[in-house]
């Protein structure tokens, strides 16, 4: 089994700051790909940010300038730093990874339980 821990979320002001953390633990070969989704209320979930194995990121416009995707792959962590919230940035915030549990099969990928982040005005 391939799990997906994630901590970090919360509720900030306009304007502060959150920092996001998912750690995947259980039995696997490598990871590649690792990302943030979200989804607010009545809305589809969609891509904020992603990792490759190499680093090369991909950040939506939303969030471009003002959020940091970041891994730290001893711990098999990826990280979102957020900085400079606004109430729009509201939404649970989904952990995504792209796992090879065995050397010479197929990736799939995980995701997350969620974490609630919520930005008042």
């Known amino acids: 089994q391939v799990q997906l821990v994630e901590s970090g979320g919360g509720l900030v002001q306009a304007g502060g700051s959150l920092r996001l953390s998912c750690a995947a633990s259980?039995?696997?070969?490598?990871?590649?790909?690792m990302g943030w989704y979200r989804q607010a209320p009545g809305k589809q979930r969609e891509l904020v940010a992603c990792?490759?194995?190499?680093?090369?990121?991909i950040y939506s416009d939303s969030v471009k300038g003002r959020f940091t995707i970041s891994r730290d792959n001893a711990k098999n962590t990826v990280y979102l730093q957020m900085n400079s919230l606004k109430p729009e940035d509201t939404a649970v915030y989904y952990c995504?990874?792209?796992?090879?549990?065995?050397?010479?099969?197929?990736?799939?990928?995980?995701w997350g339980q969620g974490t609630q982040v919520t930005v008042s005005s």
């Open positions: 259980g039995t696997f070969f490598s990871i590649n790909a």
């Open positions: 995504n990874a792209d796992v090879r549990r065995r050397y010479g099969t197929p990736a799939y990928d995980y």
């Open positions: 990792i490759t194995s190499g680093s090369a990121t």
